[in-house]
């Protein structure tokens, strides 16, 4: 382990070409300490989330869509899922802001990787918070065989 | 430095399967076929090696994110760090060899399929 990593940015950039220009607010400061407030909810939201998914009956194999019904039946999932896309993905994307950041070095390119960055998030966001808000169990014959909400007996 | 370098690879590795994770996952809203056939590449055994890694560079993005957070945070926590981060390399390989033996049996022992 003799490789050395320098700190992006670090000694390859003349001070003249120093990019930060003197911020009037402490967006940088907030998003700093967003990671971390994030982090420490995610750790919780997505643990529970591998083990209720993947750890407890057959795990893997118990998922399918009435397993997604299942757990949408319930508000507690929906609130936990709604929170942990919306966590994950505001929590991703400000990590990928500052990688994009770090190493791209041309302002254009800069510009456009994180234009594409904000699109993409933007987008999965807006689709994630859609599916759970819109979820129907109804739509799958199965589901809507045994679920008394679909009509089922009536 | 290396788990710098880690905290960042991992973080990239998650966010992009993220991206994917919300899209296969939207298809309950379209079609519960399409669903549960996406579902089921997921089921697969190299799938299921896949997802070790996964759930392995998770553990190890979260374990070492406390890690950052109580060197950021506590007033002791930069004289410590060297400590915490073997405690999270401990922590990370027990979690780990734990999920991966439930994970892995379920998987290819086709957990009753």
Not at chain 2, 83 to 89: A, C, E, S
Request: glycine share 8%; with cysteine.
């Amino acid at each position: 382990m003799t490789a050395q990593i320098d700190a992006p940015r670090a000694k390859r950039i003349d001070p003249k070409y120093n990019r930060a220009r003197k911020s009037r607010n402490n967006f940088e400061m907030m998003a700093w300490l967003f990671m971390r407030l994030s982090g420490v909810v995610l750790v919780v939201l997505i643990f529970g989330h591998l083990i209720s998914n993947l750890l407890v009956g057959q795990g893997v194999h118990a998922i399918d869509f009435g397993f997604v019904a299942g757990k949408w039946a319930s508000p507690l999932w929906q609130i936990w899922d709604l929170a942990m896309l919306w966590l994950a993905m505001l929590h991703g994307t400000n990590g990928v802001r500052t990688i994009i950041n770090d190493y791209a070095e041309k302002d254009r390119t800069r510009f456009w990787l994180k234009t594409v960055l904000y699109v993409v998030a933007a987008f999965t966001v807006l689709l994630g918070t859609m599916v759970i808000f819109t979820f129907d169990p109804c739509i799958s014959e199965t589901v809507a065989k045994s679920v008394a909400q679909c009509g089922a007996g009536a | 430095m290396w788990s710098w370098v880690g905290h960042r690879v991992t973080g990239v590795v998650i966010f992009f399967f993220l991206l994917v994770h919300v899209l296969d996952t939207a298809l309950v809203r379209v079609d519960p076929g399409a669903y549960d056939a996406v579902i089921s590449a997921y089921k697969n055994p190299l799938m299921a090696i896949g997802e070790f890694g996964l759930v392995a560079a998770i553990m190890f993005h979260a374990f070492n994110g406390l890690r950052l957070i109580l060197v950021d945070f506590l007033k002791q926590g930069p004289k410590i760090q060297r400590q915490l981060f073997w405690t999270v390399m401990v922590v990370w390989v027990v979690a780990v060899v734990g999920f991966g033996a439930r994970h892995l049996t379920l998987a290819f022992t086709g957990g009753g399929h």
